[in-house]
């Protein structure tokens, strides 16, 4: 069962190839466009979390890690953790959009619930989903699927964290060859406490890459496992997060998963996928966060009014939804790109399992800008939720205490975003050479334009949203500016300079999701009419401002660090051209229209 696509229709870009085309509103998706049985599965992800997670809040701040195992196990029996699970494993093979909207809406109520389901259903069953074998799936995705048993995955170690395939976990083979002898430590594994399976990292002889390895997991039978204490964490109390120690754990030769090597691979590519359903699970706690913020700023009464009523407040109001909207509108467009990529690789033959996987792995690059773009976002909107509660925001009895604290990890988890930043552009810059996406031809025009004469050639700044369009298609230039003469200068060396690096993914990041954004609500104009969309059309120029801030402020970090003499005037002249507004928006007005909208609903309305 998937999705309706308009797969053939749509005009579907490359991954990374946002960054030198022009997207059509018509070809985005949007949260407005979910199916009849999407919306059924959000009511219901919903209905559960509402009455089952969010009244325990409190309880999960208490470290009650069977609570977080009894939830897991009623979301299985939802049927929740076997979304994305094809049917014939018992799961309910949903499409892309689908499993990424219930890892949204199941995630919002707190950390610890959102890390085990992440853990289960993504990276703890997904390399089996996108790697095992018949036999493999036949076995284990139907337990899985049903929460009948729970899942982890076990890359880190002491020694490898980021440089996950240094590992030193040792996997033998048996004299007889019948299984492998895994030896070796791992450390901050999710789930760990109660899981039945584990996917397991180890390295055989001196192989250059690990191997990925199913392991079985029973406590009554441990099979030379063991476990270490539960982690004292500053966030997400409730969920389970302990060392593993494998002491000459037996392993049957058929639980490898893919082949010997592979390893390193399975985990990148699970960590794809971990990512953007992380940029999702951090959606709706978002949400959740900006309708306790609202609600309180209505009640809360200073210097005789409610605090909402203050032009301090709304402004933060604003900026909180405006986040959770743009969030929002990328995280869908990428979900239905990757939905639409399986089902074009499926149509012309390849297996769901091939399809899913080169599917994904098309949109690694937007996989890694969303997993920080949106992490970030939930960060500041906590904080911000925790500055409208003043005092009360620093009590654990309120709600955004332990809401700041659960997000703190999801900017370091699913590899870091420093990594995440650097792996984006890395990942841009390898599929320019291999062809992929042509960065070089777009860059050399913009080097002539800039030598040129600038055309004079002006749209209708009256045609919404005309102003915005040719600004994103100057700050794509920004990125072709700053990252291509990079590229020339620095060649292979590139990796060597960070900083560089970490400003061209801040560029990629602005306006990926700037550029979601404004494409969803003009979608939604064509659609609904201008006025249903009066915040929308707010919230999408008052992000593009900020993102031409930051773009401006990164670039401008790049240029004069790397480029000297002629070239850098150049560059900061291009700098100034192409981040140039003809007509300035009001952005306090802007911040109004949201932030009336926001207050008079008294909840996220979006
Ligand atoms: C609560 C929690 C749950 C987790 N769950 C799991 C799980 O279920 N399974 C699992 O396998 N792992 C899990 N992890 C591990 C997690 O993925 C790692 O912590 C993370 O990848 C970072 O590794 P590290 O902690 O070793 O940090 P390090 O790699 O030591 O990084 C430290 C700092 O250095 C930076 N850094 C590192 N390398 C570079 C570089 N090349 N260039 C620039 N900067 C760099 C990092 O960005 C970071 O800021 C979990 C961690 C936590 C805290």
Request: aromatic content about 8%.
């Amino acid at each position: 069962m998937s999705t309706q696509t308009d797969t053939n229709k749509k005009d579907l870009l490359r991954g990374g190839q946002f960054i030198v085309r022009e997207s059509k509103a018509e070809d985005i998706f949007t949260p407005e466009d979910f199916t009849d049985e999407q919306k059924m599965m959000k009511d219901s992800v919903t209905e559960f979390v509402d009455r089952e997670i969010w009244p325990r809040k409190e309880e999960f701040e208490k470290k009650n890690y069977q609570l977080t195992e009894e939830l897991m196990r009623k979301a299985g029996e939802m049927g929740f953790l076997g979304v994305s699970v094809p049917e014939e494993y018992e799961g309910l093979g949903m499409g892309f959009v689908t499993t990424m909207l219930v890892v949204d809406y199941i995630s919002g109520a707190t950390g610890s619930f959102s890390t085990a389901f992440g853990a289960h259903s993504g990276i703890g069953t997904l390399p089996i989903t996108l790697y095992g074998t018949e036999e493999q799936k036949k076995k284990y995705l139907p337990k899985l699927s049903t929460g009948e048993w729970f899942g982890s995955y076990a890359l880190t170690e002491p020694g490898a964290g980021s440089d996950a395939n240094s590992g030193k976990t040792k996997a033998v083979i048996s004299e007889d060859g019948k299984y492998y002898s895994i030896t070796g430590q791992k450390m901050w594994i999710s789930n760990a406490g109660f899981c039945n399976l584990m996917i397991v990292f180890a390295r055989i002889e001196d192989d250059k890459n690990i191997t990925g390895f199913i392991v079985e997991y029973d406590s009554e039978n441990p099979n030379g496992i063991s476990l270490g204490e539960e982690e004292k964490k500053l966030g997400i109390h409730s969920s389970s997060t302990r060392q593993v120690f494998f002491n000459d754990t037996k392993v049957p030769v058929e639980n490898m998963l893919s082949e010997r090597g592979n390893g390193f691979k399975i985990a990148m590519n699970a960590l794809n996928v971990g990512r953007i359903k992380l940029a999702g699970a951090c959606l709706d706690a978002q949400r959740r966060v900006i309708d306790g913020a609202v609600k309180y700023a209505n009640e809360r009464v200073q210097f005789k009014t409610a605090i909402a009523n203050f032009g301090a407040i709304q402004s933060k109001l604003a900026e909180m939804a405006t986040s959770a909207y743009v969030g929002e509108s990328a995280s869908y467009r990428a979900a239905k790109d990757i939905e639409d990529r399986i089902n074009l690789r499926q149509e012309a033959g390849e297996s769901h399992q091939d399809a899913e996987l080169k599917g994904v792995e098309e949109y690694a690059i937007e996989c890694s800008l969303l997993k920080v773009a949106v992490s970030e976002d939930l960060q500041n909107c906590t904080d911000e939720g925790i500055q409208i509660f003043g005092g009360m925001g620093f009590s654990a009895d309120a709600m955004m205490e332990s809401a700041w604290r659960d997000a703190r990890i999801t900017r370091i988890y699913e590899g870091t975003n420093e990594i995440n930043r650097m792996l984006a552009v890395g990942m841009l810059v390898k599929k320019a050479m291999k062809g992929h996406v042509d960065l070089l031809g777009p860059a050399t025009k913009v080097g002539e334009e800039l030598t040129g004469i600038p055309s004079f050639d002006k749209p209708d700044y009256s045609i919404l949203f005309a102003e915005e369009k040719e600004l994103l298609a100057n700050l794509k230039k920004v990125f072709l500016m700053v990252a291509g003469s990079a590229v020339q200068k620095f060649g292979a060396e590139l990796e060597a300079h960070q900083q560089l690096l970490l400003a061209s993914a801040d560029i990629l990041i602005e306006i990926y999701m700037a550029e979601s954004a404004i494409l969803r609500t003009e979608k939604n104009v064509k659609r609904f009419g201008e006025d249903s969309q009066k915040e929308q059309i707010a919230m999408s120029k008052l992000y593009l401002y900020k993102a031409v801030d930051i773009i401006v402020q990164r670039a401008k970090e790049g240029i004069v660090s790397f480029a000297e003499g002629d070239e850098q005037r150049m560059m900061l002249m291009g700098l100034k051209r192409y981040t140039k507004y003809q007509n300035q928006p009001n952005v306090v007005a802007l911040r109004k229209v949201i932030a009336e909208k926001v207050i008079a609903e008294n909840n996220y309305p979006f």
